[in-house]
């Protein structure tokens, strides 16, 4: 399994680009990389996925190198209702591996 | 459209006890999924169902059974409760195990 590290937390003033890294040395060839945003008391909400290169969408790019060793969530012009846990996770099936969360604090 | 859903919210149980916890899709997804978040540790998978009658150990599977009986229904049984399996159980699904997965809200379980 692959094993994601992740820092513990971050602060952000509000309107700006935040950047979350995760590190997986030894993701797997068939491994995808997916991104999660948790409130309290909530169940983890989808945010992206990736396998290699950027993805973009509505609310979130990701950025995976060429050798996909880490990853980079990156957050628009962040707003109070940003604050939550991000987590990274990496593999399918029931070979996959949760980082242990960053916990963002959007500062107004 | 209620997506994943679980039931009970809450329970407590004392050690030795058994119950079944429930979990339900109604998104015709292939894959279901049942962990386990504890404080610092972030989420464990505890066990994949890949599809209706077929189910996989994760990382953490001691002292939990599963059945995937249906399509839709995904249940987790503790056959005999620790104060160990205190925890927030998370049920998931996703289309296939390739792509993002849809939670429920969770059950709260306290084993005292």
């Not at chain 1, 945003?37 to 190198?65: D, H, M, W």
């Not at chain 2, 209706?52 to 994760?58: F, I, L, S």
Request: glycine share 8%.
């Amino acid at each position: 399994l692959a094993k994601t590290t992740q820092p513990i937390s971050m602060d952000s003033y509000e309107g700006q680009e935040v950047n979350i890294t995760c590190s997986h040395n030894n993701i797997a060839t068939n491994d995808y990389i997916t991104w999660y945003q948790q409130f309290p008391s909530q169940g983890p909400r989808f945010i992206i996925q990736g396998y290699k290169t950027k993805v973009t969408n509505e609310v979130a790019s990701l950025f995976i190198p060429a050798d996909r060793k880490s990853s980079t969530l990156s957050l628009p012009r962040v707003s109070l209702s940003d604050t939550a846990v991000y987590y990274c996770l990496v593999g399918a099936g029931y070979q996959l591996t949760f980082g242990k969360g960053t916990k963002l604090s959007v500062i107004p | 459209n209620a997506g994943v859903t679980q039931t009970p919210k809450f329970q407590v149980l004392k050690t030795g006890q058994s119950m079944t916890l429930q979990c339900a899709q109604d998104m015709n997804h292939n894959s279901m999924y049942w962990y386990r978040q504890d404080p610092g540790m972030g989420l464990r998978l505890i066990y994949y169902s890949a599809s209706e009658g077929t189910t996989d150990k994760g990382e953490v599977p001691n002292g939990y059974n599963v059945s995937r009986l249906n399509k839709r229904e995904f249940s987790l049984r503790l056959e005999s409760a620790a104060p160990s399996q205190t925890s927030v159980y998370f049920c998931a699904s996703s289309r296939d195990g390739n792509l993002g997965q849809y939670f429920g809200p969770g059950t709260r379980l306290t084993v005292t």
